[in-house]
Structure formats: structure tokens, C-alpha cells
């Protein structure tokens, strides 16, 4: 494979070297149709990876050649999204940068005779494909071409009248390398260049050449564009011009969800969820909203390795991922999320006890925060039951378990509703901590040292760990998201800031959302503490 970027003339050798500084260069091509999502996150550590492995430089650059589906909100959003991820582009640029450059390379396959003005429409073309059969403006002089071209470009025809395509082989077993479209009549305003142009270049026509124009040494995409590597070297053969080096890597899939801007668009449009950011999809954005970290990503990323081979990446890598890198970094705290009243009787009505709790319980450079307790606390009802059961280690009439750096407590007595729902508990504390009890419950005091708070949280998109492409829609999870409203957390909690991470022990690490309030913070679950996903 060598062989292929091998073949460059010495001349196009030395002159790629004068163009790149003697460095090796990759790009990032992200077309600004969408928001970036984790499989953008694989290809970009490839990318600015290899590049920065071995002191060269990545390029990030836009693929804008598709005006009616692209637009500067996605633009902001991907250049945000690769800084977050920690990479540094070389320089930003855009295919769009080129368009005169391009044109002028169209012109120039016309008189070379490798391409030609075409007035097939696309189910002509697309049929003549098939029957591998040459279209009857093939062979049209080049004078003619050229003055169409021309024409195209000053707006003389409608949309679908004429394209300008390369003249490979209608013969080729390879069906890229049947003329493809090198450009195309849109006349559709670009978010760059404005109504500039109303011929825009195709894919096939635009990377290849804009990859040698910036002088890129090694160009790494996903396979589904294999077949576009005939045309790619054709075309930069074709114009005499300097050959990338070329190479393929599968495309991340992920289980119970989907990483394809062609599936996130429906999703997102469609209302299935709340927007590029809804914290259940594979975006970076919503992954940032979730809470994981950046380190997490790319240690992902790192994971799974480079491969050609197609494999399917179960969720509990990703979160093998974040939870290793939240573990050592993240300030422990309670939240319960379904309060049940506990009253310690043998507590004063104004009992105030200050507890200094470590944040972290292995890193004491971690710091600590204060916790009250109080007569009145809340455990979760799911640490309480009517019936006691062996090996079950949470409250139960006359049991005792240990409230979390505080006390053991005895349960005395139940109060119910007129359902028989447990209300309250009434229940003793050992102070002296003469008992030690194998539960050990978290805990937050009633207020003012506890504050209420929304919970979110977050479970798999999609039923199904492999999402088909025709009912996927009816895969989805209804229980994808799940709203506690009434959680209460710990006072020191209350004050998060969006962003801010902690581990509400015994339930999972989570982080505040930008819908909190100054009243009511909102927590998304980042990550439960064991691995939910039976990995
Ligand atoms: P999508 O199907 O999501 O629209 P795309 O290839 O059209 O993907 P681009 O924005 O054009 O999206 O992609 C920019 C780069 O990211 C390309 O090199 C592409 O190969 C790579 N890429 C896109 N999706 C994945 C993925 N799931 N895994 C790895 N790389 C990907
Ligand atoms: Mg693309
Ligand atoms: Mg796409």
C-alpha cells in the first residue's frame, strides 16, 4: 500500500516538502452538517493523533460542498467541540476556500480530455451506470465543454440540466469510476460564499484535490470510502498532482445507539429527543453534557485501537472509560433520590452535629466538606422494607444499619399511610457505636442542611444492541430517560455549578445540568457505579 503515495515524481516529492515544511499532515474533514459525535471522536484521534505522534500537523477543514444542508451554527459547534477534545488544529480551513482553484482544475481536466459537460439527468446517468454504457455527451469537443462549463458557472442552466463529469471508465468493474459527477448546479445560497457560485464541487472531485493542495501527507477516512481511493489517485494522476497517502480504518459503532450524523439528523428533527445536546445521545455535545470528561473520551478512543476489521463497541467500554477517570477525581456527596423520613427519637428537637467528611476516601488532598445531622434525615424508601429478608442489609422493622459517617440506627417504629406506605420511621441512634451493622445507608439531614433537586437519569437510546435500519425508530427506549423530581442532596451540593461533578454514593457519578435553577439544581447521571449494561 506504500506503493500507492509512492509513485509521486521526485519533483512532486520535493515540492510537497517545500509546501508542508517537511512535515507529516493529516486533516480532519468534517462536513458542517451536524454536530460532532463520538464516532468523529475515533476518526480525530487518528487524525490529530498520528500527526502529533510524529511532530507534524492536522488541519481541521470543513467539507462545505453540500450549501442547502450546512450552516455556521454547526461550524462553531464542531470548532468547540475539537478544542474540547483537546486537539490543535494546524489551521481551519474550508474546501469552500478553494472554489476558484477547483473550478480552475475543472477546467483544466477539460482540456486534458478527462472530463466533459454531461446533460444526463440523474436517472439517465444513473441507469447508463449500471449498463456500463458511455454517455452520448462524452465525447463532445472540449471547446464545447469548456464554454458550457463556463455557462454553468454564470447560471445559463436550470438545476439538474448539466454536470461536469470525469472521463474515467464507464467499463470499470468499480462503480465510483464510472464518470462520476465532478459538479454539480445548486442554486442554493452557501454559508460562506454566499450566491458566489451556483456550481458546486462533488466529493470525489473536491477531497482528493484539496487534500494535495494543502499538501497532506496521510489521508485517513472510514472504509465506506475504499472505493473512492481509484478516483481519488485517478484524478490527482490526471492533473499531475502531489498523492496522499491513503488509508482506511472501520467506523465506530456503538450498541444501543446510533453514530451516523444520517441517523442523529431524523432523531433530533423528528423531536425524539431534546436537541443535539439531549444527554442520551453519542454527541460530544451531549457527552459534555453528561458529564464525561474529555480525558475519558479520548482514553476511549485509545481503547478500541485502529482497525479495518468492522466491530461493534459495546457501551460498557465507553463507560469503563469514564468511570476510570471519574473515580480518582470526583468529590463524593449524598443524594437520595426517593426521600423516606427518618426521626432519631433519642436526638434533641435542635440536635446539630457537624461531621467533617473526607471528599474522596482515598485522597485526602481531595479536602473534606461539612455535613450536618440533625434529629430529622431522609434515607431512600429503597433501603427500607416491611419485611425483613437474609441478606438484605437495609432497614426493616427492629433492624438496625449504619447511616454513613455517622451512627447505627434501630428501627422502632413505622408510620404508615392509611395504605399501609411506610411515612416515617422512628428510629434510635447508637451513639456510643457499640454495634457495627453490615448496611451502611447514605443519608441527607432535613433542611436546611439537605436541598430538593431533580435527578435525570439516563439509560440506553435504543432496545436493541444492533439498531436496524428500517424500524429503528420503533426501537427506541421509552425509558431512555427517567425524571426524579423530588431528590434531595446535600447543602454542599446544592451549590454545584453547571458543570460541576460529584459521586452520590451508592447510586452513580453525576453532573449539573444547565437546567438547574438557583431553587432547584438538576443533576444528570453520567455513569451508574457498576456496569449496568451486563458487559
Ligand atoms: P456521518 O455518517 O455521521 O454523516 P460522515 O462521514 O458523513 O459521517 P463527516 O462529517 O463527513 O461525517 O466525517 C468527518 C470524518 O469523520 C470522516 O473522515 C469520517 O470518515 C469520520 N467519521 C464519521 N463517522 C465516523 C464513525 N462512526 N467512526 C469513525 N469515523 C467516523
Ligand atoms: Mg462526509
Ligand atoms: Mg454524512
Not at 462520476?180 to 451556483?198: E, L
Not at 424508601?381 to 447505627?408: N, Q, S, V, W
Not at 442532596?489 to 435553577?517: I, L, P, W
Request: hydrophobic content about 35%.
Amino acid at each position: 500500500r506504500e506503493l500507492d503515495s509512492a509513485k509521486n515524481s521526485p519533483e512532486l516529492v520535493e515540492k510537497q516538502k517545500v509546501g508542508s515544511g517537511g512535515k507529516i499532515v493529516c486533516r480532519f474533514p468534517p462536513e458542517p452538517n451536524g454536530y460532532l459525535h463520538i464516532g468523529h471522536a475515533k476518526a480525530m484521534f487518528l487524525d490529530f493523533g498520528y500527526a502529533k505522534k510524529n511532530g507534524g500537523d492536522c488541519i481541521l477543514r470543513f467539507d462545505d460542498t453540500n450549501p442547502e444542508a450546512e450552516n455556521v451554527e454547526y461550524i462553531n459547534a464542531i470548532i468547540e467541540m475539537v478544542e474540547w477534545l483537546g486537539h490543535k488544529p494546524a489551521k481551519i480551513t474550508f474546501s469552500s476556500d478553494y472554489f476558484q482553484e477547483l473550478y480552475e482544475l475543472g477546467r483544466e481536466c477539460i482540456r486534458r480530455n478527462k472530463a466533459y459537460v454531461c446533460h444526463q439527468t440523474q436517472e439517465e446517468a444513473s441507469s447508463y451506470r449500471e449498463e456500463k454504457k458511455d454517455s452520448p455527451w462524452r465525447d463532445r469537443p472540449i471547446e464545447e465543454s469548456l464554454s458550457l462549463f463556463e455557462d454553468m458557472k454564470k447560471g445559463k442552466f436550470g438545476e439538474g440540466e448539466a454536470t461536469l463529469r470525469l472521463k474515467i471508465d464507464m467499463t470499470s468493474a468499480n462503480p465510483v469510476m464510472r464518470d462520476p459527477v465532478a459538479y454539480r448546479i445548486k442554486f442554493s445560497s452557501h454559508p460562506r460564499t454566499g450566491n458566489q457560485w451556483c456550481i458546486y464541487p462533488s466529493y470525489d472531485f473536491t477531497h482528493c484535490l484539496v487534500d494535495s493542495l494543502e499538501w497532506v501527507t496521510h489521508s485517513l477516512c472510514t472504509l465506506e470510502f475504499e472505493v473512492r481511493r481509484d478516483s481519488y489517485y485517478w484524478l490527482l494522476e490526471a492533473l499531475d498532482m502531489y498523492r496522499p497517502f491513503v488509508w482506511e480504518f472501520s467506523r465506530l459503532t456503538l450498541e444501543n445507539t446510533v453514530v451516523s450524523k444520517r441517523k442523529l439528523i431524523p432523531l433530533v428533527k423528528g423531536g425524539h429527543v431534546r436537541g443535539w445536546d439531549d444527554p442520551r445521545l453519542p454527541t460530544l455535545v451531549a457527552l459534555r453534557r453528561r458529564g464525561f470528561p474529555p480525558k475519558a473520551v479520548n482514553r476511549f478512543c485509545a481503547s478500541i485501537g485502529v482497525s479495518r476489521a468492522d466491530s461493534v463497541v459495546g457501551m460498557h467500554t465507553v463507560e469503563w472509560a469514564v468511570r476510570s477517570e471519574l473515580d480518582s477525581t470526583v468529590t463524593r456527596a449524598k443524594a437520595v433520590l426517593k426521600p423516606l423520613k427518618v426521626t432519631i427519637t433519642n436526638f434533641e428537637e435542635e440536635h446539630t452535629e457537624v461531621l467533617q467528611i473526607p471528599n474522596h476516601p482515598q485522597k485526602e488532598s481531595m479536602g473534606k466538606h461539612e455535613q450536618v445531622l440533625c434529629k430529622h434525615v431522609y434515607v431512600d424508601e429503597t433501603d427500607f422494607r416491611m419485611e425483613d429478608e437474609k441478606g438484605y442489609y437495609g432497614l426493616a422493622p427492629g433492624k438496625t444499619a449504619m447511616l454513613r459517617h455517622a451512627y447505627p440506627i434501630t428501627v422502632k417504629e413505622v408510620l404508615t399511610d392509611d395504605e399501609g406506605i411506610p411515612e416515617e420511621l422512628l428510629v434510635v441512634a447508637d451513639t456510643a457505636k457499640s454495634t457495627k451493622p453490615k448496611g451502611v445507608l447514605h443519608w441527607v439531614s432535613a433542611a436546611p442542611f439537605s436541598a430538593p433537586a431533580e435527578i435525570r437519569l439516563y439509560d440506553r437510546l435504543f432496545k436493541s444492541a444492533e439498531v436496524s435500519d428500517g424500524t429503528w425508530l420503533e426501537d427506541l427506549n421509552p425509558e431512555s430517560e427517567k425524571i426524579v423530581s423530588s431528590a434531595l442532596v446535600e447543602k454542599f451540593v446544592a451549590e454545584a455549578n453547571v458543570g460541576d461533578r460529584f459521586q452520590f454514593e451508592r447510586v452513580g457519578f453525576f453532573v449539573c445540568d444547565k437546567d438547574s435553577t438557583d431553587e432547584k439544581k438538576v443533576f444528570n447521571l453520567t455513569v451508574t457505579l457498576r456496569d449496568s449494561y451486563g458487559g
